[in-house]
Every structure is written in structure tokens, then in C-alpha cells.
């Protein structure tokens, strides 16, 4: 690591706010293009490199580098990239698995019965919801928009929208709850 390298993660080891936050607002942008060419997928790259960025500062005081900073965040995301890559392989080859297994296929009519309680009870549980709340689950499960893609559609904040969800997904919890203690 270079002196001034060396005296920046000092810096930011000793709680140094703004050092820190100098390094995050330098490497950012190139980080998340530079994980971006792994993922294809601008969304989780942001995210990757957030949490990188999250560890380094709760764990900053018994973090030890011994290479450039620069290169420690490159290999970092690069490291989280190829886990997410890995990751992915698995669960498609989970998916295949069990598209391709034929014998998965039957239903007994008792597995019909019971999907039919539980599509009924989400139903429930979706209808006893307030009408935001349910509109904002539904955009979120059903139609598979992130938190950003539903607060920009109904011109409202993130935190509207995380606070909704938790809502929607407590009354689940609740309703599933009570679901399994009667059927198990």
C-alpha cells in the first residue's frame, strides 16, 4: 500500500467519516459498472457494492488490508460477483431439475384441496389489507418490481413502501401462522 493509501485506511480505521466517505464517493461509481460487467444487472451491483462498503465501515477497526485499497474493493466486488454467479448456477440447475423430474408432477387431490385453502387464504390476507398495502405487495410479489420501481410508479418514498410491505408481510405471517397450527 502506498503512504498515502496506508493513511487513508488509517483514517478510516481511527472512525474518519469523511475520509471514508471521500473513498466511497471516488470508488463508487467504477465499482458498480466494474461489478455490473460480472452481473448485468445495475440494481445488484449497487447493492453489492453498498454491502462491500457497509462491511468495511462496521468492521473497519479490525479490518487489516495488506494490499491497495483500490485493490482490495475490486477483488471484494469481484469475489461477491462470482458468488452471486455461483449462487445463480445452482438455483438454475435446482429450476431444471425439477421442471425435467417428471415423477414431481402428480398431484394427489388432497395437494389440489390444500393449494386451494392456502391461494384462498393469501387472497384473504391480501383483501384484509389497506388498499395501499395491497397494491404496493401485490406490485412487489406478483408483477416483481423492486422497492425504487413501486415508490417511483405511485409517487411515493422507499420507506413508504418498506414500511407497506412489512405491513403485508406481518398480516402473512400472522394468517400462515394460525393456517399451520390448524393443519399441522
Not at 406490485?139 to 405491513?167: P, Q
Request: hydrophobic share 35%; aromatic share 12%.
Amino acid at each position: 500500500m502506498s503512504l498515502s493509501e496506508d493513511n487513508t485506511f488509517n483514517k478510516i480505521k481511527s472512525g474518519n467519516l469523511k475520509t471514508f466517505e471521500k473513498v466511497f464517493r471516488e470508488f463508487y461509481p467504477v465499482l458498480c459498472s466494474f461489478a455490473n460487467k460480472f452481473l448485468s444487472d445495475a440494481d445488484k451491483s449497487e447493492e453489492i457494492v453498498q454491502e462491500i462498503f457497509y462491511k468495511i465501515w462496521k468492521k473497519r477497526e479490525s479490518l487489516d488490508i495488506n494490499v491497495s485499497l483500490k485493490s482490495y474493493l475490486y477483488k471484494s466486488v469481484q469475489n461477491k460477483c462470482y458468488q452471486i454467479i455461483q449462487h445463480k448456477a445452482v438455483e438454475d440447475k435446482y429450476k431444471n431439475y425439477v421442471i425435467n423430474d417428471k415423477s414431481n408432477h402428480s398431484i394427489l387431490p388432497s395437494d389440489e384441496l390444500e393449494i386451494e385453502e392456502i391461494n384462498l387464504l393469501i387472497e384473504q390476507t391480501l383483501n384484509s389489507l389497506p388498499d395501499r398495502c395491497n397494491q404496493i405487495f401485490r406490485m412487489n410479489r406478483f408483477e416483481g418490481l423492486k422497492y425504487k420501481e413501486i415508490a417511483d410508479k405511485l409517487s411515493i418514498s422507499i420507506k413508504t413502501v418498506e414500511a407497506n410491505m412489512g405491513k403485508a408481510l406481518k398480516a402473512f405471517r400472522s394468517n400462515f401462522k394460525k393456517y399451520n397450527e390448524v393443519y399441522n
